[in-house]
């Protein structure tokens, strides 16, 4: 069984930096991809960035720039560093992971509990 850890999340000003952390355990072959996605109060819920096990790197156009995301495949772990933090960037960070379980059972997708990060003065 496979769990996806998080934390890192909380409240910041604006103009202030977090680093969120998502770390995979159990029985996993390799890393296929890794991203986050956020969800907002009454909005639908957004990829933020996402980088695949090579290390190639997609980011939504709001948070270009301001956010890095990075991955660490022997601990398999994927971070987000997030930069000059604005209000509108409050939400619950969720990580996804794609990933290759062994013994053939291909590849499956899985989702973190979520943690709320909040931008406010």
């Known amino acids: 069984q496979v769990q996806l850890g998080e934390s890192g999340g909380g409240l910041v000003q604006p103009g202030g930096s977090l680093r969120l952390s998502c770390a995979a355990s159990?029985?996993?072959?390799?890393?296929?991809?890794m991203g986050w996605y956020r969800q907002a109060p009454g909005k639908q819920r957004e990829v933020v960035s996402t980088?695949?096990?090579?290390?190639?790197?997609n980011y939504a156009v709001s948070v270009k720039g301001r956010f890095t995301i990075s991955i660490d495949n022997a601990k398999n772990t994927v971070y987000l560093q997030m930069n000059s933090l604005k209000p509108e960037d409050t939400a619950v960070y969720s990580c996804?992971?794609?990933?290759?379980?062994?013994?053939?059972?291909?590849?499956?997708?899985?989702w973190g509990q979520g943690t709320q990060v909040t931008v406010s003065s």
């Open positions: 996804y992971a794609f990933l290759l379980i062994p013994y053939g059972q291909g590849y499956k997708g899985y």
């Open positions: 980088i695949t096990s090579g290390g190639s790197t």
């Open positions: 159990g029985s996993i072959a390799s890393i296929s991809v």
